[in-house]
């Protein structure tokens, strides 16, 4: 596979800070605001998003993460034996608006998946999407609230998103299967 840069670290920064900003004028007057990071990679992003939030303005930021594994549809096509990393959501989920937090959108199946175990937990008032990358090809009829960038690709082109965190650099990655 070979790799194509489409966001470099600075561009991811403004792309966190505008995510950011669009979630606190969506969220304008609200003193909390309700964060979960699906993991593995929405966590981190959900936690950037977190410190800018708290930076820009006086709101409160509560922060979650959600581990899909069991909930997902096609857990037996994809693990022999699933990993599952625990899921840490230290508020009650009841009556609050919750923004899910992920790297990528792609057919939808893991915002219902995150949808289908957060309310499992009990019944937010609403739960909004945010993604860095939203690169089209839906099965599901679920759209995000806060794109960071909308990145059209083929079904056989890949989004790969890398964090400092977990891989050591951050940038975004359009890799393509070489023929």
């Known amino acids: ?5 489409l966001v470099d670290a600075q561009t991811m920064d403004r792309m966190l800070m505008r995510l950011s900003h669009e979630i606190i004028e969506k969220n304008e007057g609200v003193q909390e605001l309700y964060l979960v990071g699906i993991r593995r990679r929405g966590v981190p992003i959900a ?3 977190k410190n800018n939030i ?12 959600l581990d899909i ?3 997902r549809d096609d857990l037996k096509e994809l693990f022999q034996t699933p990993q599952v990393h625990g ?27 995150a949808m289908d175990a957060l309310i499992r937990m009990g019944r937010p008032a609403a739960i909004r999407l945010c993604v860095m990358i939203d690169r089209g090809h839906r099965e ?3 759209a995000a609230n ?12 890949f989004i790969s998103v890398r964090l400092e965190e977990i891989d050591g650099v951050n940038e975004i990655a359009l890799r393509r299967r070489e023929a």
């Open 87 to 113: 899921t840490d959501i230290p508020f009650d989920v009841n009556g609050k608006v919750i923004v899910l937090v992920d790297d990528v959108i792609y057919t939808g199946r893991t915002a219902r998946a």
């Open 69 to 71: 594994t069991l909930y």
């Open 1 to 5: 596979m070979s790799d194509h840069i």
């Open 140 to 142: 599901l009829p679920i």
């Open 54 to 65: 708290e930076r820009f303005s006086d709101i409160r930021v509560a922060l979650g993460a």
């Open 47 to 49: 936690q950037r998003i």
């Open 146 to 157: 806060f794109v960071g960038k909308n990145v059209p690709t083929a079904r056989d082109e």
